[in-house]
């Protein structure tokens, strides 16, 4: 068995009504991948047809290698954590897994099996619920519970919008049920897959990720796609106080529904950054070891739908901490709640 890698492969739960367009919105996501290797997890015992994603026919029950590079599975919910756990293997090379949930689904069960997961590295990627918005009233008329969905997103792509006339009405309504999620609308399932996960560089790097890696700009992908999300990039040499970030965490924003980077808490740690991963309202910090030579930064980027970009990097300005030369051992405890427990952990 293949663990502790040091890799992170970010779960992805995609949920929705039947004709939604999650197949549709992943067809997207594989086409549109920058290189990165998608691994699909399709919660409908093979039955989904895969012929929209023109990628290989309908999905048996086992493991398929497709030709893109991407691995598609479909499996039974009980399975979950026995195919994350390949999937998610070095040796797959998979970088983020997307599980594609029936129509008829409970979101919140597959969230609390990836929560669950005891793999080191998978970590959740958050919940994208998907609606049509050309259907959306008769959809909840006739499925009155997608309003606990919605509440329970991370992300709500409203699909269709290009097919109703009152689409800022329907993004209105859908935004109103939602707990601090970001809404994004869309045609044809069309989200920049920068939104969903961390695409790989066109040109493999070896080493460390860098900022650039982190933030890349937005060449070779379809322009249009970038309309429904704004971005900020923080970086900053002084270290940020750990009590005053996790006032800014604990308190984001909606429609905030990334943050990534590493993390300079100076005195506090000063033998670790600390890589953080935010999607909506999850939250965790991954101490590890200053690479050697690395310039100690503070290394953030923000993504979110309707953000005030100017007002977020203000308060991430208040974070800075004070020029002081050491500090107190409870100013970390904020922090430590968000750092996962492993069995090899001595404090776990």
Known sequence: MERNSGRHVPVVVLAGFLGSGKTTLLNHLLHRSGGSRIGAVVNDFGAVEIDAMAVAGALGDSTVSLGNGCLCCAVDSSELDEYLERLARPSAGIDVIVIEASGLAEPQELVRMVLASEHPDIVYGGLVEVVDAAEFDDTRARHPEIDRHLALADLVVVNKVDRVPDAARVTGLVRSLVDRAAVVPATHGRVDPEF???????????????????????????????????????????????RRLIRFLDSRPAGLYRI???????????????AVHAVGRFLRFHPEPWPAGAERLTQLVLIGADIDTAALHTELEACLGDDVPHADEQGMWGVLRYVRRTAEDPAA
Do not use: I, M, W
């Open 260 to 274: 990534k980077g590493y993390v300079d808490f100076g005195p506090y740690d000063t033998g670790n950054r600390y």
């Open 196 to 242: 969903l996960f961390d695409c790989r560089p066109s040109e493999e790097r070896v080493g460390q990720l860098s900022f650039d890696d982190l933030h890349r700009d937005d060449r070779g992908h379809d322009g249009h796609l970038h309309a429904g999300y704004d971005s900020l990039s923080f970086v900053r040499g002084r270290p940020l106080d750990p």
